[in-house]
């Protein structure tokens, strides 16, 4: 030890060499070495002025006493500095705690470490993390600048250099560059085509902002969404608005050929608008059955629409529950006479009330389920409580609860979109067409009540139906636990005899697709050279002149299971497609993983593959999982709305990348834990 600590500390200028190492212990920082006579040295403290012996001759004392000092709180001027900078801890609902009383809380005793030796201060770091906490919680820039946030990072950390908001911006756009050039490197080596989605956001200057989010599923057969731009439009509702925010999109990414399908919401488009995009993605990509796959409605917003139609046709009645809720809830008496009368009246309802917020209409449905549930307490309430006087009458009740029946079928429907993981497209089918069919038979019901409550409902749903149900027909046909018998039945169900012309729509539609995929390159595969940016020959791979991926030049028979699955398809009088539909349906379970059935089977089935890829990925709904059952317009916040709009992007882009790689790194770090086979049920065709 004495050794280290020579190689480490000075002693006395006499008996040390002249030429001493630069101390590195951080103790030095508060400590000075006075000689005090012949070969002898102290540490003094530079705030209480203390001694401590340090070295005498050839024997060094090191510094673990003098860390003591400093990080235990022995020095009298830290421990009362420490004191005064101290909070009191506030207790809700208790007297003042003094200290030594019975009720005070344990102390708890923490290993300091703040000296600790090994931590190195890194200014460019603390940079950094700075930026990205801004970019992931959505602090202002000029946070940077404000006295109190200045003020706690420099006795947090006084060696930090405190940046500006220039310095600061440049480096949340710096962190946006960066994982820009990852995502290009992603999307330049999927397989498989992009599914944009667009949606619109209003600032408070009127000017406009387009969210472009791709969707798509990577070589691992897994369907994931990226944030590829935002772009301002000053006149968001102008004819040209949409088809400039695709452009920049397609050319910032390099999509010139590999859309596959646009959504967009009807109520930020017009007609001509959705035609002219309608004829662009057939223009610029084949694959789109002449631009029938262009979704011109958005799933979610549709539901929301429904919802609210209905909910507005009942407003008096709705208003009356939400009144009566309201006044047991704000009331702690209140809450306390209504559950001890539902303990007389033995409801079994184990709901709870809450009261809704209007700008979510699902907070509204849930409020008036668990109030239907507990429709008896109010009734009788007033028996209980003489000031109550506003309980739905009896005819109320019934009327609410025809209208929850027709909330819950919106409800089930739009909760497809809110789960952890994204949805594929075939889910969508089997929902829409309940819809559809209730509305229907609701609508010409002899009831006049439930026929008024849902005719508005059925136009506006039919409108959703006729445009989109081709889409979400071929998603539902890739299926194999349904193929096209589920679209049968269910066209039977909502056309009866005419239903023979709308299967055969789909039949025609989805052979037509396959046929396109026919005269396409065989989709890449691992012996494929992934192209990387920059870069035409990676291991030993080969490019053509004109970028297209060759074979590489090692192993010639990495694709030679696909050559031969080619073989026998050739020499089967049935395409693909056709031997696909006519094999036997596989069980229907809810665990059915359908990505990785098609990946097992990408071998037999090279070609429908591809196009179940590109299919499976598509998206009917433009918003996010945390907009599903919003009612409001989405409006950017005045503070981003100020900044230049090329920061704008930046900052939300770089926040959905960053969010979405600490989703990945999270996942993976639960699957080394876990390590355990999924129950999913997937089954390889031979």
């Known amino acids: 030890m004495a050794s280290t600590a020579e190689n480490n500390e000075p002693g006395a200028g006499e008996v040390q060499p002249s030429k001493r190492r630069r101390k590195k212990s951080i103790v030095w920082e508060h400590f000075t070495v006075e000689p005090v006579g012949a070969g002898c040295t102290r540490a003094c403290c530079k705030r209480c002025k203390q001694t401590f012996a340090y070295s005498t001759g050839s024997k060094v004392a090191g510094t673990s006493h003098l860390k003591r000092h400093i990080a235990l709180g022995t020095c009298p001027v830290i421990r009362r500095r420490e004191e005064k900078n101290q909070l009191t801890p506030y207790f809700p609902n208790s007297k003042a705690i003094t200290p030594g009383s019975a009720t005070e809380p344990p102390k708890r005793r923490y290993r300091s470490s703040m000296y600790s030796p090994n931590v190195i201060f890194d200014q460019d770091r603390c940079r950094q993390e700075i930026a990205e906490m801004i970019i992931m919680h959505e602090y202002p820039l000029n946070m940077v600048e404000h006295p109190a946030f200045v003020s706690f990072v420099q006795n947090l950390q006084p060696r930090f250099q405190m940046v500006n908001f220039n310095t600061v911006q440049g480096d949340c756009i710096a962190i946006y560059l960066r994982e820009k050039q990852e995502l290009v490197k992603l999307l330049m080596g999927l397989p498989g085509r992009i599914n944009l989605t667009l949606d619109l956001w209003i600032s408070n200057q009127t000017l ?120 047991v809830l704000t009331s702690q008496a209140h809450e306390e006479k209504f559950a001890e009368l539902k303990h007389q009246l033995q409801v079994p309802s184990a709901k709870h009330l809450s ?194 991926p060759l074979l590489t030049s090692g192993d010639r028979l ?31 379970t809810q665990e059915f993983d359908i990505l990785g059935w098609w990946k097992l089977n990408s071998i037999k089935y090279p070609t429908l593959s591809r196009m179940a890829r590109d299919i499976l990925a598509i998206t009917v709904s433009t918003v996010g999982p945390e907009s599903v059952f919003n009612t409001s317009p989405k409006n950017l916040d005045p503070y981003r709305s100020s900044l230049r709009p090329e920061t704008v992007e930046a900052l939300i882009c770089a926040k959905d990348w960053l969010h979405y790689a600490s989703k990945e790194q999270q996942l993976q770090l639960q699957q080394q834990q876990q390590q355990q086979p999924s129950n999913a049920i997937v089954k390889m065709e031979f």
């Not at 057939?282 to 919802?307: D, E, F, W």
């Not at 049935?574 to 094999?583: G, I, M, N, V």
């Open 208 to 327: 406009g902002y387009i969210f472009l989010t791709g969707h798509f599923i990577d070589n691992d057969w897994k369907l994931t969404r990226r944030l590829l731009n935002v772009v301002m439009v000053p006149s968001p509702h102008s004819g040209d608005a949409l088809s400039h925010a695709v452009g920049v999109c397609i050319g910032d990414w390099g999509l010139e050929t590999r859309l596959f399908t646009l959504t967009i919401d009807k109520e930020i488009s017009n007609d001509s608008e959705i035609e002219s995009l309608r004829g662009y993605l057939s223009i610029k990509n084949p694959l789109t059955i002449s631009g029938q796959l262009l979704i011109g409605h958005c799933y979610a917003r549709v539901l929301t629409s429904v919802a609210k139609d209905l909910l507005s046709s009942m407003s008096d009645v709705v208003c009356k529950v939400r009144e009566s809720v309201k006044y």
């Open 558 to 588: 990495l694709d030679f299971d696909v050559f031969i699955s080619e073989m026998s398809t050739g020499q089967n009088s049935k395409s693909e497609l056709d031997q696909y539909l006519d094999e036997s349906l596989l069980p229907r």
């Open 355 to 548: 009261l809704d917020d209007q700008s979510f209409w699902n907070t509204t449905y849930l409020m008036l389920i668990a109030a239907t549930e507990l429709k008896e307490v109010f009734s009788c309430f007033d028996t209980t409580d003489p000031d109550y006087k506003m309980a739905p009458s009896v005819d109320d009740w019934k009327q609410v609860e025809t209208l929850c029946v027709f909330l819950k079928y919106l409800y089930d429907a739009a909760n497809i979109l809110t789960g952890a993981a994204y949805p594929t497209a075939n889910l969508y089918f089997q929902e829409v067409w309940k819809i559809q069919l209730e509305l229907t038979i609701s609508a010409a019901s002899e009831d006049p009540f439930i026929s008024n409550l849902t005719k508005p409902s059925k136009e506006k749903f039919e409108r959703y139906w006729k445009d989109c149900s081709l889409v979400l027909a071929t998603a539902v046909v890739m299926d194999p636990r349904f193929k096209l018998k589920l679209v049968e039945f269910s066209f039977t169900k909502i056309y009866g005899e005419e239903a023979i012309n709308y299967l055969k729509i789909v039949d025609d539609g989805i052979h037509e697709l396959f046929s396109e995929y026919l005269v396409l390159p065989l989709m890449l595969t691992a012996g494929y050279v992934e192209v990387s940016e920059g870069e035409n020959k990676i291991d030993g791979s080969q490019t053509s002149p004109k970028g297209t």
